[in-house]
């Protein structure tokens, strides 16, 4: 896994842990200095590793499928 799709994959995990539930698509971007744009590349890179799934037409609809320590 590159490096920023690691980033990514803590910040969603860290932040389920915290908050309870996903982060925005927005959120991501910004915790992880990348454009929102690509938010959704490095998710389907980490869904088609069976580490989250997400929901389709759902605000915040990322799940955490495996935890995955740093």
């Known amino acids: ?3 920023t799709t690691e980033k990514v994959y803590c910040f969603i995990r860290d932040y389920v842990g915290k908050h309870g539930k996903a982060p925005s698509y927005a959120q991501i971007a910004e915790a ?3 454009r929102p744009g690509t ?3 490095h998710l389907s890179y980490l869904e088609a590793r ?6 389709d037409n759902t605000r915040r609809g990322i799940t955490l499928l495996k935890i995955k320590s740093d």
Request: a positive charge; aromatic letters at 0%.
């Open 32 to 34: 992880c200095g990348i």
């Open 39 to 41: 938010v959704g590349a």
């Open 1 to 3: 896994m590159g490096e």
């Open 50 to 55: 069976g580490l989250i799934r997400r929901a």
